[in-house]
């Protein structure tokens, strides 16, 4: 069936950069997303990439997609306290009727 | 101020008590979603609506009823037929029926079985 796996944790120092993978089974998608979720608080967009994308870059953040590996990455420059989060990844499923999130990676950075 | 307002912020069920969770918004949004959330689980897909007076059954719909009246409002009535009601329950909408429109989420319902 559909899948998106992530690793469930990450932890960096303030400072360095953070990279969160994501990978996906069959997709449909056009765009792939990530989410990211403050403790107690609702998902909020962060950044997306278009399927015919390697690379899509906005100030900190840089998504990488391998379309043939299915592996899609969120690279975090200068990783930042208030950065520590929840981050989903998500995509179409195959119906393209709904979006199937990962589990969602936890970010912890200290200072 | 446009946005996706849930209510109320933390819900108290009893056993054999039906609760109803409620979702609006205010974007002109086209379509609607209801997901819960479980601790390391992610996010699953409860019940969706594309348009007004129609809705689709999710991954995880059993115990679980919807309505779409208005376009601005979609709640959610968790059932006594579910029987592991305790999760954050999350609404989002997105632009069109398509779902390949971005998604925008709510702050969420905490529920709590007593």
């Known amino acids: 069936g559909e899948d998106v796996e992530q690793s469930l944790f990450l932890s960096v120092r303030e400072g360095d950069s953070s990279v969160i993978n994501c990978t996906y089974t069959?997709?449909?998608?056009?765009?792939l997303y990530w989410y990211k979720q403050e403790p107690g608080a609702g998902l909020q967009l962060l950044t997306y990439?278009?399927?015919?994308?390697d690379m899509k870059q906005d100030q900190r953040l840089t998504v990488l997609l391998n379309k043939k590996d299915k592996h899609l990455s969120l690279r975090i420059a200068d990783t930042q306290t208030g950065d520590s989060a929840i981050y989903f990844c998500?995509?179409?499923?195959?119906?393209?009727?709904?979006?199937?999130f990962g589990k969602g990676t936890t970010l912890s950075v200290s200072s | 101020d446009g946005g996706i307002t849930q209510s109320p912020k933390y819900l108290f069920r009893k056993e054999g008590q039906n609760v109803t969770l409620s979702c609006e918004q205010n974007?002109?949004?086209?379509?609607m979603y209801w997901y819960r959330q479980d601790p390391g689980q992610g996010l699953r897909l409860i019940y969706y609506?594309?348009?007004?007076?129609?809705?689709q059954k999710g991954d995880i719909a059993e115990g679980y009823s919807v309505s779409r009246e208005k376009k601005e409002s979609f709640p959610l009535t968790v059932t006594s037929a579910q029987k592991n009601p305790t999760a954050f329950y999350l609404c989002?909408?997105?632009?069109?029926?398509?779902?390949?429109?971005?998604?925008?989420f709510g702050p969420g319902t905490r529920l709590l079985v007593l």
């Open positions: 989002a909408s997105s632009p069109a029926r398509d779902t390949e429109e971005t998604q925008y």
């Open positions: 069959d997709s449909s998608s056009t765009y």
């Open positions: 990439i278009f399927s015919n994308m």
């Open positions: 998500a995509v179409l499923n195959q119906a393209g009727t709904a979006l199937i």
């Open positions: 974007l002109n949004h086209d379509a």
């Open positions: 609506s594309q348009i007004v007076n129609d809705f």
